[in-house]
Nanobody, 115 residues
Framework: QVQLVESGGGLVQPGGSLRLSCAAS????????MGWYRRAPGKQREWVAT???????NYADSVKGRFTISRDLNKNTVYLQMNTLKPEDAAVYYC?????????WGEGTLVTVSS
């Protein structure tokens, strides 16, 4: 069973930065894609960013140019660097891994953007 554990959330002021981490219990190269999603209070979960096995990346328009997804294959960890945070970025951020053998989610990490 694959486990994904997110960390790095917290309280940050508007304009600030945070880096989220998603540590996988297995080799992340086995996943077709790994990505980040978020759910703000009262809203549906939305896709934020994805990285593929080949290393390509894609971003939602709302975060393009501010967020960067990256990975460390040696640590089986995917990161989300979030810069120039806005109040509307506040949400619970979830890590997702998609593979031919299953689709997996972490428990989430809370990001609060407030002055």
């Amino acid at each position: 069973q694959v486990q994904l554990v997110e960390s790095g959330g917290g309280l940050v002021q508007p304009g600030g930065s945070l880096r989220l981490s998603c540590a996988a219990s297995s080799n992340i190269f086995s996943f077709n894609t790994m990505g980040w999603y978020r759910r703000a209070p009262g809203k549906q979960r939305e896709w934020v960013a994805t990285t593929t096995r080949a290393g390509t990346t894609n971003y939602a328009d709302s975060v393009k140019g501010r967020f960067t997804i990256s990975r460390d294959l040696n640590k089986n960890t995917v990161y989300l660097q979030m810069n120039t945070l806005k109040p509307e970025d506040a949400a619970v951020y979830y890590c997702n891994a998609d593979a031919s053998f299953g689709n997996y989610w972490g428990e989430g990490t809370l990001v609060t953007v407030s002055s």
